[in-house]
């Protein structure tokens, strides 16, 4: 089953280069199609983690002192909002490696 996953691009993407061409450039492609989608998928797993334990330690907090609600709920948005800055950070990554790779002279020349 991941054969098929993994090399059905590369039969589709086939169709489109003329005869005697090197697939390099699909390889390639689809490389970074593949990089982008684990860094977006990664980072997103990364910040739902971050997040969701950032708003269960405050949901705790405030369960055993619901007078210092106010400084938990400051601290609580300051660590989600930095939890949140990995999935900006992966959404970066991942355009760079779209739009803007820097390995592509090394194999595309």
């Excluded at 993994?6 to 492609?29: C, N, R, W």
Aim: glycine content about 14%.
């Amino acid at each position: 089953m991941a054969a098929i996953l993994f090399t059905s691009q590369l039969v589709y993407a086939a169709e489109a280069i003329p005869a005697g061409e090197s697939y390099t450039k699909v390889l390639f492609a689809i490389g970074a199609m593949l990089g982008a989608g684990l860094a977006m998928g990664i980072g997103a797993v990364g910040a739902g983690l971050g997040i969701g334990t950032a708003t269960n330690g405050a949901c705790q907090a405030v369960g055993r002192n619901p007078g210092v609600q106010g400084k938990i709920m400051m601290t609580m948005l300051i660590g989600m909002a930095m939890a949140e800055s990995i999935a900006i950070y992966a959404l970066v990554v991942s355009l760079v490696l779209l739009f803007a790779n820097p390995f592509m002279r090394y194999f595309l020349g």
